[in-house]
């Protein structure tokens, strides 16, 4: 199956939502989450944890549903983990990849951007400056990639 969520999760940015919402939106069609629930649930990861700056948001929300798709909530199985765990690992240093790493401050390195609380205000401004919509593209062409090559279980959904 070919998948192509780059543009639906760019344009969710670009209209305000954060960029784990961007991507984990995005993806609502093939994980079966509802959108609404999809924004609740990972409007905390904007800026990375509520602008804390750690792993960028995009990646946080590609594990996220790699999980839905892929994990085994139930599942104690150590070699089961593993297996997950290594996707997760493949899915980060594919990104890396692209942009050395996975870290929001260091993305954002020369950047204006602190770790207060408060989000900034999108503006024009905001939009010509920050290279976050690139981060959203580069998650969901990677995640689209991923599950065209190891299609999930349901993948007729």
Known sequence: MKYDHTEKAAALFTQGYNCAQSVFVAFSDVTGMDEELAKRL???FGGEMGRLREVCGTCSAMFMV????????TETDHAVKTEHY?????LAEEFRKQHETI?????LK????????TPEKRTEQYYKV???VKFV??????LDRYLEENPPRGAEL
């Open 86 to 90: 290594k996707r997760i690992q493949y």
């Open 42 to 44: 990972s409007s905390s």
């Open 130 to 132: 920050r290279p976050c």
């Open 66 to 73: 790699a999980g839905i798709l892929y994990g085994e909530g």
């Open 103 to 107: 870290v929001c401050r260091d993305l």
């Open 110 to 117: 020369g950047l204006a951007v602190t770790s207060e609380p």
């Open 137 to 142: 593209r580069t998650a969901a062409e990677i």
